[in-house]
């Protein structure tokens, strides 16, 4: 396993086309396991979701991410596949929301055996009786 920086940049775009970017730098860690490759970092009070423990794994150009930890109440997993479309629950500190994610486009540009690289997923989500839009994450090893 071997300690690595990331920047991840996040945008939303609601219906009414406005945009809202957060963008913040934390440790993580990059490890592989078979064929596929892990990033592990823990969320900050700038994400709102401080005292969880997010996991991406990556196999090609499909992801899976896990948020898990103490603060919410079930565990949330979104996979992220071009074109297809996932269902499942998003928790939230006031309770979990029914989701639907269509990942528009994944580019992965991770290089193995380095830990560098970069990852694209843009989205779009629907967290049923509250919000839908779509969301660009930009995660950069650096």
């Known amino acids: 396993m071997k300690d690595i920086m ?3 940049v996040g945008k939303q775009v609601t219906i009414d086309s406005e945009e809202e970017q957060l963008e913040f730098v934390t440790e993580g860690k990059f490890y592989e396991k078979d064929d596929s490759v892990y ?4 969320e ?10 997010t996991s991406l794994k990556i196999t090609g150009d499909t992801i899976k991410m896990k948020r898990y930890g103490d ?7 979104i996979e992220f ?3 297809k479309r996932f269902k499942g629950y998003y928790d939230t500190p006031f309770g979990s929301v029914e989701m639907e994610v269509l990942t528009n486009d994944v580019v992965n540009n991770i290089i193995k055996n380095e830990g560098k690289g970069s990852l694209n997923i843009d989205y779009h989500i629907s967290l049923k009786g509250l919000s839908e839009g779509r969301s660009i994450l930009d995660i950069q090893i650096i």
Do not use: H, N, R
């Open 6 to 8: 990331l920047k991840i």
């Open 39 to 42: 990033l592990l970092y823990d």
């Open 44 to 53: 900050s009070q700038f994400s709102g979701m401080e005292g969880c423990t």
């Open 71 to 77: 603060v919410i109440g079930i565990d949330t997993e």
């Open 81 to 83: 596949e071009k074109g």
